[in-house]
């Protein structure tokens, strides 16, 4: 430009590259000088408040005019420093620090100097995502007729920023999805086991993480079935008629409370297999005597027990029950004999039986008939089992029980005349048996011919003689 004597360089639009040196001549002199651009240095972006959470990220960015100005950044007035949570990153004119994981330290201002330039925002650092939390409702139960489907609730606290996983553990290891299935809705978790067994019962680990943390929760899994059968079980203090079971209770109870025992007897005399006998509530003495056995009868029993999913297996006692006494009747009294006898009296003598049938014998009883009318005799013959050997048919009879001997004097009387053993018998015994005959010849007789046809080779020997006697005491 020129005015007057002036003359001037003017930059419209001063660029950096317009920089360096300059001269002016004239004819007879020359001048020089530098030209040194500066930038105009500002922020053309400078910082933004910001909030953020707990573990979360936060970048600061500014953007200076200069690119090559140097740039230091501070928070709450004390100086930041690149670390392992803090980066500090320069592309030419923008500037950046970024907090990998944000905490409530880094609350505050944060400020960007720039010699004498600087900007400033406000950091508020919220609670941030944390682990979820689990709040299973107990009991977890259900029957093993079908799935088993349970929810567990459960919440996160603070920011809720990342997606929850849920899985279910047994014995620590994670259950697959052939045996579980899982859903996973905003405040709750629902579980289904598809398959669920009594033997599955038991402590299960629920399992929920997030970006910010893993939480468990131990629970048990109640899947109820019915009861394991009645153990212990014992029949003892067996008789004729009773006989005592004793019981105690299952292993399991299947996971509900029991209800009552059911006792089943079954009668080998009677075809249809097992009937009832008892029901007996599962709070009582397990305990029952059963009185209705028949004596000699065998017996199986078995016994059940019951919750409101039914009845258990039942446990059969392995062995048959012969209702009986533990004792057996006394043996016999091979031997008894009449010592002497008179109108009102009659002295017996016999030997102990050969066995007690396992039980101390208390006492014998004796037994007497009296001799009934004539009319009556023919009706009631004396009824005694003999054993007769025979060393010679007419003249040989061994009567069992002599003792009743004494109820049929003609048998005394035959048994003087006609065996050779007269002098085993006193003879007051032949004289009291010989009046009896003489007084009651036609009763006598008779007697001896209706038990002839009972027992005909006992008595035939002796139908001639008596019915010789018999006409003899008629001609007397």
Known sequence: MKDGKKRQLVFKSIRMEDAGNYSCRTNADETACELIVDFENKFKKPLQDQTTFERQPATFEVELVDPEAPLTWFINGEEVKPGDNIEIVKQGAVHKLIIKEAAVAHEGEVKAVCGNLETSCQLSVGEGEKPPSIKPEEPIEGPVTKPLIFDVPYSVPGARISKVDAKLLKDGKPMSAKDVEVKILDKKVIYTIKKPSREQTGKYTIKMNNKAGVSTKEVKINMQDKPSPPTNFEVSEIFSTSCVLTFGPPKDDGGLPLTYYT??????????????????????????????????????????????????????????????????????????????????????????PESD????????????????????????????????????????????????????????????????????????????????????????????????????????????????????????
């Not at 009651?440 to 002796?462: A, K, M, R």
Request: proline fraction near 10%; charged fraction near 15%.
């Open 263 to 352: 006792i089943e007897r079954q009668d080998f005399a009677v075809k249809g297999g097992w009937s009832q006998v008892a029901e007996i509530p599962a709070d009582e003495p397990l305990r029952f005597k059963c009185e209705d056995l028949e004596n000699k009868k065998q017996y199986k029993f078995k016994i059940l027990i019951s919750n409101k999913l039914g009845a258990s297996d039942p446990n059969i006692h392995p062995k048959v029950i012969l209702a009986k006494d533990p004792w057996d009747e006394p043996g016999k009294i091979l031997h008894v004999e009449v010592m002497d006898w008179g109108p009102n009296h009659a002295d017996l003598r016999w030997s102990r």
């Open 357 to 476: 049938g396992g039980s101390p014998i208390t006492g014998y009883i004796i037994e007497s008939r009296v001799r009934p009318p004539s009319s009556a005799f023919l009706c009631h013959p004396l009824s005694v089992p003999f054993s007769i050997p025979y060393s010679c048919p007419f003249f040989t009879l061994y009567l069992l029980f002599p003792s009743a001997l004494p109820l049929c004097p003609f048998f005394t009387l035959l048994y003087g005349v006609f065996s050779f053993r007269t002098s085993s018998m006193s003879l007051n015994h032949f004289f009291c048996s010989l009046g009896h005959l003489l007084q009651h010849p036609f009763s006598t007789f008779s007697y001896v011919l209706s038990c002839s046809l009972q027992h005909f080779f006992v008595f035939v020997p002796f139908l001639v003689p008596s019915l010789c006697l018999y006409i003899l005491c008629m001609l007397l």
